[in-house]
């Protein structure tokens, strides 16, 4: 029996799951012979994933200097298996900007490929290896064409992780992965070493010079064999005067950067370099693309320098376009605007006296097959006898004519993904998730609240055998629970999912209850730890579909206005407001609800029954408690409890070489879990075509 009580950080120890018995190997995940019975469509999309109902009706605007973005990744390359708009995974995205590229080099102008950092800490496919991302990693350099990358937090908690990255991931890159503020120390020469580079200049092929800088924000929570140097700092060091006073041509600065492109938010810095560049370069285009906020966004800085953010999880791919470069100020090449394509049509700022030269586009795209196939006709598909079912996507010759061989690279990239997933048994089911569970999606501590399913999980598996009889409070900080548990099969991939941080648990001892049962309000009130907590910003919710409004006017979706065209329907997704306005979202999607949730919640557990005579259905109070919880959150809780307490009273409460925070959800979905097994189908699951 238990009582509710009520998050925000990160901890990142590689482990693996402890192995369990599996409930059912064959109801969820790859089937057996998929490709085989439709070898004329060779999809990309992992076999089990939905596909998106509508996409995009909206061509890209492309300028002089085009740019794809991602960021916080977090493993998630194979696509959200149970999530029809985010579907397809990372080989569909290989094959989409191969094909992009390819567009671009045929209108005469760049495109460049971006990434800001957090490839760690999300799926099982990144966090169920040791080290963490030993195989994430090795799909994603598979995109070969990234042009520039910059390092996240998360490649930073934990020792092996920071040296996998320097060791492996950074050279696998060279001089395109950019840490022009973070250091590791180097084991062999015992000298203090960039991850990366700190900064890169480079002449695209069209002619623009470009000078690139990879910016983490003032991070404090990485391990101690790295080291960060705050913004302010930097920007002061000999290297990056050097480098903003370079004696050849700037056309652009790009500043990328683990780091809100908004200020003000997530203790962002790039209002720090932007000004530092400023100072030196009065006019020249300064672009910024950032991260770790975990939001689309896209913020004007001044008349020639804006900022983009591209949301997380493989959910989006940021679209950034400009144009207004010229022979006489710059080293472009190219045309002045390309053909037969829409193209950027807005300046950054406007009421100029001046009218400044550069005008801008910004979309960001829903990561599925119908995007990727809009935006790129052809690419998701090995062989044009798809011609029969897709038309559409064969009247290009760019649709027929794309390589043969980069098609199949996106192939061989899914198949491999498909391949590691059957390894680490992802797809694997333990139970069946009787109802969605939200972060942030319904009101905290509703009963499809995650950390209502999750207080309960707590109660009833995190118990010490030997202080059984003791009650105890368990609190967790709302940051454990990094994504939504979805109805339908409970797998392996969705206990990394639901919490992928390997925290030790750890107690207090025997606290005594009037001490113990305030300090989750303090911890609330005080709000400690919201420094280190994930921004949430969850990707659906049971809300109900609406029809289509003035924002979907604005973006071309047909709505029914009494003159015969047909109304449509809404999924619920992203709706974006920028500083651009309301039309950046690239398919147009129902508001996703968003509820605020405190730092912390809490638990308990093994209370007394109330004795003859006491109050019926209320359990009795005890004199003392364990005071359970997760050693990230050691000091914020030492703080809240005040007293004598200090971080020698914590010791370990389950054993820390074989039991960790991911260790109590899949023992309780076996326990409670099994109604609708041995079969259990995703809610709403539509069959793939082909």
């Known amino acids: 029996m238990k009582l509710p009580l009520v998050a925000g950080g990160l901890l990142a120890v590689a482990t693996t799951l402890s192995p369990a018995v599996l409930a059912c190997d064959s109801c969820y995940g790859p089937i057996e012979g998929h490709a085989s019975k439709h070898v004329r469509v060779v999809k990309r999309m992992q076999p089990g994933a939905l596909d998106a109902r509508y996409g995009p009706t909206r061509p890209l605007q492309w300028g002089q200097l085009n740019v794809l973005h991602t960021s916080d990744t977090h493993g998630w390359l194979s696509g959200h298996i149970k999530e029809a708009n985010y579907g397809a995974d990372w080989g569909d995205y290989v094959s989409f900007v191969s094909s992009m590229k390819s567009t671009a080099e045929s209108l005469g102008v760049d495109l460049l490929l971006v990434d800001s950092g957090d490839l760690h800490d999300g799926t099982g496919l990144s966090d169920s290896t040791t ?52 250091e590791i120390m180097n084991p062999e020469t015992q000298e203090w070493e960039h991850v990366g580079k700190t900064h890169k200049y480079f002449t695209t092929k069209h002619g623009l010079r470009i000078m690139a800088f990879g910016v983490l924000f003032d991070f404090s929570a990485n391990t101690n064999a790295s080291r960060i140097t705050k913004a302010a700092d930097m920007v002061k060091q000999d290297w990056f005067q050097q480098a903003i006073h370079h004696p050849e041509p700037i056309d652009v600065f790009l500043v990328l950067g683990h780091n809100s492109a908004r200020p003000g938010r997530q203790a962002s810095t790039m209002k720090t370099v932007y000004s530092a560049i400023r100072e030196a370069h009065p006019n020249t285009p300064i672009q910024i693309f950032g991260g770790h906020s975990h939001m689309r966004d896209f913020v004007v800085y001044d008349q020639s320098s804006t900022a983009s953010e591209s949301g997380r999880y493989c959910e989006s791919l940021g679209w950034f376009s400009m144009s207004g470069f010229n022979s006489s100020t710059s080293g472009f090449t190219g045309p002045l605007n390309p053909k037969g394509v829409p193209n950027p049509n807005r300046t950054a700022t406007r009421g ?23 935006h790129a006709p052809g690419s998701q598909f090995l062989h044009n006898s798809i011609a029969h079912s897709h038309p559409n996507l064969i009247s290009s010759p760019s649709a027929s004519n794309t390589s043969f061989q980069l098609k199949q690279q996106g192939a061989q990239v899914s198949s491999s993904i498909t391949s590691y997933r059957q390894q680490l048994g992802l797809g694997k089911v333990y139970g069946c998730v009787p109802q969605t569970f939200w972060v942030t999606g319904v009101p905290f501590m509703a009963p499809n609240s995650m950390y209502t399913f999750l207080a309960d999980a707590m109660a009833h598996q995190i118990v010490n055998p030997k202080r059984a009889k003791i009650p105890r409070v368990h609190i967790s900080n709302t940051g454990m629970a990094r994504f939504d548990l979805h109805k339908g099969p409970f797998t392996m991939d969705d206990s990394y999912i639901t919490s992928p941080f390997p925290s030790l648990v750890v107690y207090i001892p025997e606290v005594p209850w009037e001490k113990a049962k305030g300090v989750l309000e303090r911890m609330n009130k005080k709000g400690a730890g919201q420094g280190r907590r994930v921004e949430y910003n969850t990707t659906s919710t049971g809300a109900p579909k609406k029809v289509l409004g003035k924002r979907e006017e604005i973006m071309g979706v047909p709505v029914g206005n009494g003159g015969g065209r047909k109304q449509e329907v809404l999924e619920v997704g992203y709706t974006t407001e920028d500083d651009f306005g309301v039309d950046g979202d690239d398919t147009v999607h129902e508001k996703i609800a968003k509820y605020e949730i405190p730092g912390y919640f809490g638990t308990t557990a093994g209370f007394p029954e109330w004795k003859k005579g006491g109050r019926k259905g209320r359990k009795q109070e005890p004199r003392v408690v364990d005071l359970v919880f997760n050693d990230f959150i050691n000091d914020d809780l030492l703080a809240a409890l005040g007293g004598n307490y200090t971080a020698e009273d914590i010791k370990f409460y389950m054993e820390p070489s074989n039991y960790t925070l991911r260790d109590f959800l899949v023992p309780y979905v076996e326990q409670n879990w099994q109604e609708g097994m041995p079969r259990c189908e995703i809610s709403g699951l539509r069959p793939i075509v082909g």
Do not use: C, M
């Not at 990358?149 to 492996?168: D, K, M």
């Open 352 to 374: 100029e006296r001046n009218t400044p030269p550069f005008l801008y586009s910004r979309r960001y795209l829903d990561w599925n097959r119908l995007t990727f196939d809009y």
């Open 131 to 182: 080290p963490n991302g030993e195989i994430s990693n090795e799909i994603f350099v598979k995109q070969t064409k990234y042009d520039l990358l910059t390092i996240g937090n998360h490649e930073l908690y934990a020792s092996e992780v920071a040296y996998q990255t320097f060791n492996n991931f950074s050279r696998a890159w060279g001089d395109k992965y950019l840490t022009s503020n973070v």
